[in-house]
């Protein structure tokens, strides 16, 4: 959840609450508030969105306090029409709008009805004596009745001992709106308790300070590398949060990526597993899976950076073949490095890579498949500290990428969000199923179900030969506690600390770690992993060639074979990720059916 | 006192080098020290090798495939040495990565480092923020030095912190490359050198990656307090094999 710490005045205060993980800071302009501002603020400092709070304020005052104070946003707290908003609404494109309602017993919440589409938040405030600041909360249990594709800021009187409560509603707040309750005296707040606040509401599923997610994560990285993962560390959320960021990555989803990709309701499937079977038609993706939401992400970045060179690497060549197209993209250098073994087992890919300009070469060390790959390219980002830009194709890797990834991969269950609202008229489902390889495609589907322990998350892995034979990528079945390419997780290894290879028949799930997030969501049960073998999984996918007319990839398909394995209720909603279309997999699919 | 700390007073052209433990045979491990003590090399340190060494350029990786597959582990490796302060005096460094030491036990690891004769280990993979915050005081109970990196890139902050927390020495690295590599060291390299001399840390210095003749050694020693041969060793003993050391290290003396 983001915070918005409103009531702003004091410059000395202001500073030091801009110091915090805050998003948005609230200055009051409003001439019966004791909070009421009338000076010039200082000039902004830090990532938050500077918003002014006006009361029936005339359109002409609004606009004058939005150029001279530098406002990212207003906050409308009064009984403001739709007119205003839209008339504001023409005057700055990018003003962030938010509409206060003041909630009683019985508000009416059609009266958010007509702002629906015009406001970017609606704030919900206690209705009191004042037009605000009145530091008691309404009853939240209200909420519960009220949806909408705008989402809310919760207002009134929230305090250090709302956290547990904030945290069980069942429609939560995107943003929580504090004020009276974290002053020392009117206007200033105790920095201490706010910085504490924030710490309490933040989720134990997300990585810390350190990139830790409980005890997995970490960077682990030698000296070498440290400039370059700590200053991406230190840059990376200040930039992605940049209105220009936004706006460029978020049209190349669209435009570029063909985004919003759809929530598919399989008819078919859903008759023979006895539940309301939905497929997120990640397989629809430009160049065919979810690893370009990523690498779109990355390459903007890189931009921002300065970077003129790119490198990755790649198992079966998806990743690869996602960086190469947005190098093309951008007009920059890239190199991806790939195994051998794989070179010769994914050779279309290699030509597509080598077709969009990238130079593939071959890890020749090791095992030579994606671990090695992954060596090399960490190596060549050694050798070029200041010029290369590393792209890492999953939630793997040092902090922060296994974050920053999860995130560019959060579109995916964004989507399935507010496309589940209006085929199924709720935001969440019962269960969310996806194959985890390093875990991106995942993390993204999960990243807006985490919170909400009534979504049950199910991971498949690959299996391979068996679980229990040497021949898996059975991560969290068969891995041990350890250190892989800069990340504390799960991996596969001898009793000696040796990292072995690992075995399936999907290239993109054969890699002997597990994202640090998956580890954790392993570790606490969050999440509950199943082990899919290849038959299990092959047979899965040609059902869904049969049944829908879509051929997935072999990585997905393991996703699809969790259905055998569960019983539902006929009214459970299910969503299964399609990460990928299985062009790339024809040969292995031929093979093993002889067609 | 720390072998590591005694040996630093008394030299000021420390002559280190790296070798693959259980490279080319497995039992080399032994006569490899003996040969190199004889030799005249003032510090050793011994490869621990890893599947995946991120910071170790091809030659070194391919000595470590090759140790693996000729059955060396940790636990080899301290039975290889278990009574070599009995032959061998001068300061032993580990070299290796991070998971073989945790899998092994950190303490575990370090108790048997201490029993053995160990003085200080070298973890590329382990930085400053997590051995302070969590090994820092498991190793000073066991004395072991933990010798920490630092690189061109590496700030003057950082290097201040990372002098505040070393033992034994500063490994600074001579370049933005992992090792292996064999030209002379440029301009820049030297003006880096001079830089850190003049900090007047409170660690000496040992330059490693890079060097490979006297050239490049004497070089290291003008600034700095020795240098630390890895590739250019152990791509020598894969060719000369490890009876006639001496042969080796006189290129540098
Ligand atoms: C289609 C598809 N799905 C899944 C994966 C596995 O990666 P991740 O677990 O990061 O989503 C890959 C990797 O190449 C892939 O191509």
């Known amino acids: ?595 | 006192m720390n072998r590591i700390d005694q040996k630093l007073a008394q030299s000021s052209n420390v002559l280190s080098i790296y070798f693959t433990a259980g490279f080319p045979n497995l039992n080399d491990t032994v006569p490899t020290l003996i040969n190199l003590e004889k030799s005249g090399v003032d510090l050793i340190e011994i490869g621990l090798p890893f599947s995946d060494p991120l910071a170790d350029g091809p030659t070194i990786q391919a000595s470590s495939t090759q140790a693996l597959a000729n059955g060396m582990s940790t636990q080899v490796l301290f039975d290889q040495l278990e009574n070599i302060r009995a032959s061998v005096q001068v300061p032993l460094i580990i070299m290796g990565y991070i998971n073989p030491v945790l899998q092994y036990g950190v303490e575990r690891f370090l108790q048997a480092c201490q029993r053995i004769g160990i003085d200080g280990l070298i973890l590329p993979d382990l930085p400053l923020e997590i051995y302070t915050s969590q090994y820092q005081e498991l190793f000073e109970q066991y004395n072991i030095h933990l010798i920490q990196l630092i690189t061109p890139q590496t700030s003057e902050a950082r290097i201040n912190a990372i002098d505040q927390v070393s033992k034994g020495f500063i490994y600074m690295v001579s370049t933005a490359a992992t090792t292996g590599n064999t030209g002379v060291f440029s301009d820049e390299q030297q003006e880096y050198f001079k830089r850190i001399a003049a900090m007047n840390l409170k660690n000496k210095q040992l330059i490693g990656f890079g060097i490979h003749n006297k050239e490049t050694f004497d070089c290291a020693t003008n600034y700095q307090s020795g240098g630390i041969i890895g590739s250019d060793f152990v791509r020598y003993v894969s060719e000369h094999g490890i009876d006639h050391l001496e042969k080796y290290t006189k290129k540098y003396r």
């Open chain 1, 1 to 595: 959840m983001k915070i918005k710490v409103c009531g702003m005045r004091n410059p000395d205060n202001i500073e030091d609450i801009s110091q915090l993980d805050i998003q948005f800071m609230g200055h009051i302009f409003y001439e019966k508030s004791v909070r009421n501002v009338t000076q010039k603020l200082p000039e902004k400092n830090g990532s938050h969105k500077r918003i002014g709070v006006f009361v029936n304020a005339p359109y002409e005052q609004i606009l004058e306090t939005v150029y001279f104070q530098s406002l990212d946003g207003v906050q409308l707290h009064g009984n403001e029409e739709v007119a205003l908003l839209k008339k504001l609404h023409s005057a700055f494109p990018n003003l962030i709008l938010i509409k206060t309602f003041s909630i009683t017993a019985n508000f009416n919440f059609e009266e958010t009805l007509p702002y629906e589409g015009f406001a970017e938040y609606f704030l919900f405030d206690t209705h009191g004596l004042h037009p605000g600041g009145n530091g008691i909360t309404f009853n939240w249990e209200l909420l519960d009745q009220w949806q909408s594709r705008t989402p809310y800021i919760l207002s009134g009187g929230i305090a250090m001992q709302h956290t547990h409560a904030i945290k069980q509603l069942k429609n939560k707040p995107d943003v929580l709106d504090i004020n009276s309750k974290f002053e020392s005296s009117a206007g200033i707040k105790n920095t201490a308790l706010i910085q504490q606040f924030i710490q309490e509401m933040k989720s134990k599923y997300s990585a810390d300070e350190a990139g830790f997610y409980g005890e997995f994560g970490g960077a682990f990285v030698p000296e070498m590398l440290y400039p370059n993962v700590q200053s991406l560390k230190e840059s990376y959320k200040k930039l992605i949060q940049e209105p220009s960021f936004q706006e460029d990555y978020k049209k190349l989803l669209q435009d570029y990526v063909g985004r919003p990709t759809p929530l598919y309701f399989s008819k078919r499937l859903s008759a023979q597993y006895g539940a309301k079977i939905y497929l997120k038609r990640e397989d629809l993706c430009h160049t065919g899976a979810h690893k370009i939401n990523n690498t779109i992400g990355q390459i903007l970045l890189a931009q921002r950076l300065g970077k003129k060179r790119i490198i990755a690497e790649t198992g079966a060549g998806q990743h690869g073949v996602a960086t190469a197209t947005v190098c093309a993209l951008m007009g920059l250098e890239c190199v991806v490095y790939m195994g051998e073994i794989d070179m010769a087992r994914q050779a279309p890919n290699v030509a597509r890579m080598k077709m969009l300009g990238a130079t593939v070469k071959p890890a020749t060390s090791g095992s030579k498949t994606l671990k090695d790959a992954t060596n090399e390219a960490i190596r060549d980002w050694i050798a070029n500290p200041t010029d290369t830009f590393y792209i890492i194709g999953s939630v793997v890797g040092p902090a922060p990428y296994p974050e920053m990834v999860a995130e560019f991969q959060s579109v995916i269950s964004e989507e399935i969000k507010k496309q589940l609202l209006e085929q199924e008229q709720r935001n969440t489902p019962d269960y969310v199923i996806a194959c985890v390889g390093g875990g991106s495609n995942a993390a993204g589907a999960f990243y807006h179900f985490i919170e909400d322990e009534s979504v049950q998350l199910i991971a498949a892995e690959a299996g391979g030969l068996g679980a229990d034979t040497a021949h898996t990528a059975a991560t969290t079945f068969r891995g041990t506690v350890g250190v892989i390419h800069g990340s504390k997780t799960l991996l596969m290894q001898t009793e000696d600390g040796q990292i072995t290879e690992p075995y399936s028949i999907s290239a993109g799930l054969d890699y002997p770690g597990v994202g640090p997030l998956h580890a954790h969501l392993f570790q606490t049960k969050r999440a509950k992993f199943f082990s899919i073998n290849d038959d299990e999984a092959l047979a899965a996918g040609l059902n869904l060639c049969k049944k829908d007319g879509i051929i997935p990839a072999i990585e997905s398909s393991h996703a699809l074979a969790v259905l055998e394995k569960m019983t539902f209720k006929k009214e459970d909603v299910v969503v299964v990720n399609l990460s990928g279309r299985g062009d790339k997999d024809l040969e292995t699919y031929i093979n093993y059916f002889g067609f």
